[in-house]
């Protein structure tokens, strides 16, 4: 049985004040929640002080990206080991933000992937086709080419801990959801696709849907047999429907 994860990327959004007030409000209205897995993404810069409030509850600490070196001449580069340090388990690995405005590569997403499992970090790998590739019928060999480059090489055990984010770039702040079928369509296929990448573990493995979720369209979604969670980017940043969408039944 796999946990639901729910997990809020931030963006570049909320200074100090914003981000304590935000998470000690999810801090209180999250307290009972136990059956799902709570994880919050804010930017570098306040990661310390959000892990001050949330450091004795049910709320996980995730980055919103990394480089793959431990230390070095990176200027502007977070590197695992700081993430950790911050109080991190998770970090989002691959976003589309990250491919279209900073051209980050498959190969890339490899490298960072494995970085993040050898500091003992959580990698949420992010996929997803855009409008046009989705129009002309290439959904599922984007999506398969970004998992097979981006998880070449890994290493069985830590497989199974791995979590995917199917993120129709299309429906990235648009307001525009895939429908729970043709998330599902796209959810199944990747777990098929890990079956066989990872003979016979892809049970274990949580993939969460990306786009545009609200407190609206939370259930339907959760409800596909292959939707494990989501990632919750612009409704993160109200605790009011971050909220209700942990809550989602
Ligand atoms: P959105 O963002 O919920 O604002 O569409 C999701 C994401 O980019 O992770």
Known sequence: MRKALIAGNWKMNNETEKAVSLVNDLKTELKNVEDREVVVCPPFTVLKEVKKVICNSNIFLGGQNMY?????????????LMLKDAGCDYVIIGHSERRIYFGETNEFVNKKVKAAFAYNLIPIVCVGETLTQREKGDAFKVVEKQLREGLDGLKIEDFRKLVIAYEPIWA????KTATPLQAEEVHKFIRELLENMFVGKSEEIRILYGGSIKPENISVLMACKNIDGGLVGGASLSADNFIKIVKFI
């Open 68 to 80: 793959w070196e431990k230390t070095g001449a990176y200027t502007g580069e977070i590197s695992p």
């Open 172 to 175: 990235i702040g648009t307001g």
